[in-house]
């Protein structure tokens, strides 16, 4: 189901509520669609987080809202496999009779321009919609969504209401009659994993992007090697852990700083080895055409999102500011 895409993203206006983002993209008439209808394709990514081995998040479902009359629910399609069967190592088989559709999907494995499809051209009315909810379950105490830490350990990830009201996304989009669509919803797990003290659960408080394919924008670059093992680094080399870039809209006045902060970053990406050219790389997916700052930090393990002021030090690119374009990849190197 893994598979690598360009894209774009209304995100930042339509994360902060600046803007009414409708659905891009069309062209051509789908062979199973009247005037009056257009298809929809539904995946998800993610940004990542170096307290975990893997984030398993069990989907069964996308629900939208039109404009006027209650949500729609489209039911995941094909074989079902459970988190657990995930790491039993059961393969996807037909689900039991009554039972739903569950995909089990390892978010850690969605990073820069990877995603993974829930809905695939779907048929819905065209029109105008109110929003999108993810349906999961992500119940206390249940291993139905998992994380799995770096010793190997088992623990149940908790979406608090989840399982009641999904992971809903207030962001209008149209479906344009004849209309072809896709949309990403981006997780990023540094800003929404955390272990609450006195609870035996992980908690995932996902702070998502809904992104329109229509319209996308990459940012790319390498990290000199001495970097990573500057004073003051806590990042491995060896595993590549803790090694992040982060990036912000540049507007005036803005100080670029850690998680948490009144000046967080709108996305990052980890900072891996690229085996064929021995660099150390990135890649920021999903970012809406404009202008940006980029930094580098080798303490992204200490970068707390509950915390404003973790002490994290920052290299910005001697690049900046950077722009982002729609449809191609943009450059940012350290230094």
């Not at 039911?75 to 657990?84: K, N, R």
Request: hydrophobic share 35%.
């Amino acid at each position: 189901m893994l598979h690598s895409t360009r894209t774009g993203i209304w995100a930042a206006l339509c994360a902060l509520g600046l803007a009414a983002c409708g659905g891009g993209g069309g062209g051509g008439n789908p062979a199973n669609n009247t005037p009056d209808e257009g298809t929809m394709t539904v995946s998800v990514s993610d940004a990542p987080v170096d307290s975990a081995a893997r984030v398993l998040v069990q989907f069964t479902g996308v629900s939208v809202f039109p404009s006027a009359g209650g949500p729609l629910e489209l039911a995941l399609t094909g074989d079902s496999q459970s988190c657990q069967d995930l790491l039993d190592g059961s393969p996807p088989a037909p689900p039991a009779a009554g039972e739903p559709v569950r995909q089990c999907v390892d978010l850690l494995e969605l990073q820069g321009t990877a995603t993974t499809t829930l809905l695939n051209g779907v048929t819905l009315d065209a029109g105008e919609y109110t929003a999108l909810r993810l349906e999961v379950e992500a119940a206390r105490g249940e291993l139905d969504s998992i994380i799995v830490l770096d010793d190997g350990a088992q623990e149940s990830l908790f979406i608090p209401s989840g399982n009641q009201s999904g992971l809903k996304l207030n962001n209008p989009f149209t479906i344009l009659a004849g209309g072809s669509h896709n949309f990403v919803i981006d997780f990023d797990l540094r800003k929404s994993l955390n272990d609450p003290q006195g609870f035996a659960d992980y908690r995932l408080n996902p702070r998502l992007r809904l992104i329109d394919l229509a319209e996308s924008g990459n940012l790319t670059g390498s990290v000199e090697a001495s970097l990573l093992t500057a004073p003051g680094c806590t990042g491995d080399v060896n595993t590549g852990g803790g090694f992040a870039v982060y990036v912000y809209p540049n507007t005036p006045e803005l100080e670029p700083g850690e998680e948490g902060s009144d000046s967080a970053p709108l996305a990052s990406a980890a900072v891996s080895l690229d085996q064929a050219s021995g660099q150390w790389r990135y890649t920021v997916g999903y970012l809406p055409p404009g202008d940006y700052l980029a930094a580098f930090t080798c303490q992204a393990a200490d970068d707390s999102p509950e915390a404003p002021d973790d002490g994290i030090s920052l290299v910005l690119s001697g690049d900046n500011p950077v722009t982002v374009v729609a449809d191609d990849d943009s450059e940012a190197n350290f230094p």
